[in-house]
């Protein structure tokens, strides 16, 4: 037996062939232990500079060493007549067991000489199971005769009493390891019982006939965005070009302007509602969207207020999820700026009586029109007469932003008929471009 021992050790193990020979030929040792350190630090001997041509003359002095002595090995040629004999019976022995020996046996070896895979879907076994089955996610796993699980529907009906059957599972990277058991008794539960799918697993169900098919069960994650989109078409009078913004949680945007705004699932969703909330997230208004699996949803609205906008999602197990606030910030037009920018200080006036004036306006989106405004303010209750003098009109908003309007007239007092003690009191006012609307 020992013998037999050492031979298959030294048959399956190429280091236990070579202290084997050391061992009873120790004229083969030097060779043998410079063949031994090559196989185990080959990178080492190429990085100390040895060459091919060396180590290929070295395997060779090996090659060339006398046959060894079958007698010093424990083997006669008896003893070696022998081993094939036995060697021989075992392989014979080894095929018809994989040949011939039935049911769970015979499908171990085969799954592991052809692959798990391949053998355990194909079965005639008491027990079926489907290909592939979706659950929720972390859905317990419940299997019984008497309380069926709600996704997976498995018939008990051909296990007799006498059956035990063990559940296996398996999930990527992993053994397939027992989670439970059904028995054939009055209860036919399996105990214990606890599978939480949250990732993906195979299960089968394993017993004397041999293994079942392979069922594949398939987390359905909870709905969730994965991304927004948000389109931007700002009032025409403005001017600004159509932007996208994409996942961000507060967008600024003119009021008026009309906006799009798109949501992509990570999978089907069998219905959405649109939810306008308040600053303090109470919902003020629900709308429902779709009714039917989909996984991209859109909502068009014109911005006249500062809107804050969610989305909630259900799919066909129930499972719920709602996307981020979605802060929508109405920019108000801003009011133009006027400045007088001479005279800045009491001048004298000039024998004519004509006052030279210089002006500037400017608007965030651009102006309509300029105008300077006075009056004389004599005492009287009721005041002067208001002028008016135009100094630019109907620019429908070429000039503002970055560009401001710079004007400049003259304020004519000859054509006032002044008195002394009158006092003379102008302004400017600018209104800005708000397209086919009355000026702001």
């Given at each position: 037996?020992?013998?037999?021992?050492?031979?298959?050790v030294?048959?399956f193990?190429?280091?236990?062939i070579?202290?084997?020979?050391?061992?009873?030929?120790?004229?083969?040792?030097?060779?043998?232990?410079?063949?031994?350190?090559?196989d185990?630090?080959g990178d080492?001997?190429?990085h100390?500079?040895?060459?091919?041509?060396?180590?290929?003359?070295?395997?060779?002095?090996?090659?060339?060493?006398p046959?060894p002595?079958?007698a010093?090995?424990?083997?006669s040629?008896?003893?070696r007549?022998?081993?094939?004999?036995?060697?021989a019976?075992?392989?014979?022995?080894?095929?018809?067991f994989?040949l011939?020996?039935?049911?769970?046996t015979?499908?171990?070896?085969?799954?592991h000489?052809?692959?798990?895979?391949?053998?355990?879907t194909?079965s005639?076994f008491?027990?079926?199971l489907?290909?592939?089955?979706?659950v929720?996610?972390?859905?317990?796993?419940?299997l019984s005769?008497e309380?069926?699980?709600?996704?997976?529907?498995?018939?008990?009906?051909?296990v007799s009493?006498?059956?035990k059957?063990?559940?296996?599972a398996?999930?990527?990277?992993?053994?397939?390891?027992v989670?439970?058991?059904?028995?054939?008794?009055?209860?036919?539960t399996?105990?214990?019982?606890s599978l939480?799918?949250?990732?993906?697993?195979?299960i089968c169900?394993s017993?004397e006939e041999?293994?079942?098919?392979?069922?594949?069960?398939?987390?359905?994650?909870?709905?969730?965005?994965?991304?927004?989109e948000?389109?931007?078409?700002?009032?025409?009078?403005t001017?600004?070009?159509?932007?996208?913004?994409?996942?961000?949680?507060?967008i600024?945007?003119?009021?008026g302007s009309?906006?799009?705004?798109?949501?992509?699932?990570n999978?089907?969703?069998?219905?959405?509602?649109?939810?306008i909330?308040?600053?303090?997230?109470?919902?003020?208004?629900?709308?429902?969207l779709?009714s039917?699996?989909?996984?991209?949803?859109s909502?068009?609205?014109?911005?006249?207020?500062n809107t804050?906008?969610?989305?909630?999602?259900?799919?066909?197990?129930?499972?719920?999820g709602?996307?981020?606030?979605?802060?929508?910030?109405?920019?108000?037009?801003?009011s133009?700026?006027?400045?007088i920018?001479?005279?800045?200080?009491e001048v004298?006036?000039?024998?004519?009586?004509?006052i030279?004036?210089?002006?500037?306006?400017?608007?965030?989106?651009?102006?309509s029109?300029?105008?300077?405004?006075y009056?004389?303010d004599?005492?009287?209750?009721?005041?002067?007469?208001?002028?008016?003098?135009?100094?630019?009109?109907?620019?429908?908003?070429?000039?503002?932003g970055?560009t401001?309007?710079?004007?400049?007239?003259?304020?004519?007092?000859?054509?006032?008929?002044?008195?002394?003690?009158?006092q003379v009191?102008y302004?400017?006012?600018a209104?800005?471009?708000?397209?086919?609307?009355p000026?702001?």
């Amino acid at each position: 037996a020992w013998r037999v021992a050492v031979f298959f050790v030294a048959l399956f193990n190429s280091k236990g062939i070579l202290e084997r020979l050391e061992q009873t030929h120790p004229e083969y040792r030097n060779e043998l232990s410079t063949l031994v350190y090559l196989d185990a630090h080959g990178d080492e001997v190429k990085h100390l500079g040895f060459s091919p041509a060396l180590i290929k003359a070295l395997r060779k002095e090996v090659e060339e060493l006398p046959p060894p002595q079958w007698a010093r090995l424990g083997l006669s040629p008896t003893t070696r007549k022998s081993l094939l004999g036995l060697g021989a019976v075992g392989a014979a022995a080894l095929i018809g067991f994989i040949l011939f020996s039935p049911g769970y046996t015979q499908k171990l070896v085969r799954a592991h000489l052809y692959g798990e895979q391949e053998i355990l879907t194909e079965s005639t076994f008491p027990v079926d199971l489907p290909g592939k089955v979706e659950v929720p996610f972390r859905h317990e796993l419940t299997l019984s005769r008497e309380g069926e699980d709600p996704y997976l529907h498995v018939d008990f009906t051909k296990v007799s009493p006498d059956q035990k059957l063990d559940l296996l599972a398996k999930t990527e990277g992993n053994e397939w390891r027992v989670v439970g058991r059904v028995s054939g008794d009055n209860s036919n539960t399996i105990a214990p019982l606890s599978l939480s799918i949250d990732r993906p697993t195979q299960i089968c169900f394993s017993g004397e006939e041999g293994l079942s098919t392979v069922c594949e069960v398939v987390p359905v994650y909870p709905p969730a965005v994965e991304s927004t989109e948000v389109a931007i078409e700002a009032p025409d009078y403005t001017g600004k070009p159509r932007t996208m913004v994409s996942d961000s949680e507060r967008i600024e945007a003119f009021e008026g302007s009309r906006i799009a705004v798109d949501w992509k699932t990570n999978g089907p969703v069998l219905a959405s509602t649109l939810e306008i909330l308040s600053p303090t997230r109470s919902v003020l208004e629900s709308t429902p969207l779709v009714s039917e699996a989909s996984e991209t949803f859109s909502h068009r609205f014109d911005l006249a207020d500062n809107t804050h906008v969610r989305l909630t999602l259900s799919d066909r197990f129930g499972q719920r999820g709602m996307s981020d606030v979605l802060h929508m910030i109405a920019v108000a037009d801003g009011s133009p700026e006027v400045e007088i920018l001479s005279p800045t200080r009491e001048v004298t006036l000039p024998p004519d009586l004509r006052i030279p004036i210089k002006m500037t306006a400017r608007d965030d989106i651009g102006l309509s029109t300029v105008e300077m405004i006075y009056r004389v303010d004599n005492g009287m209750p009721a005041g002067g007469q208001y002028h008016r003098e135009v100094l630019a009109d109907h620019l429908a908003g070429l000039v503002g932003g970055a560009t401001p309007f710079i004007g400049e007239t003259v304020l004519d007092l000859s054509a006032l008929d002044l008195w002394p003690g009158d006092q003379v009191v102008y302004w400017f006012e600018a209104t800005d471009y708000r397209g086919a609307l009355p000026p702001g």
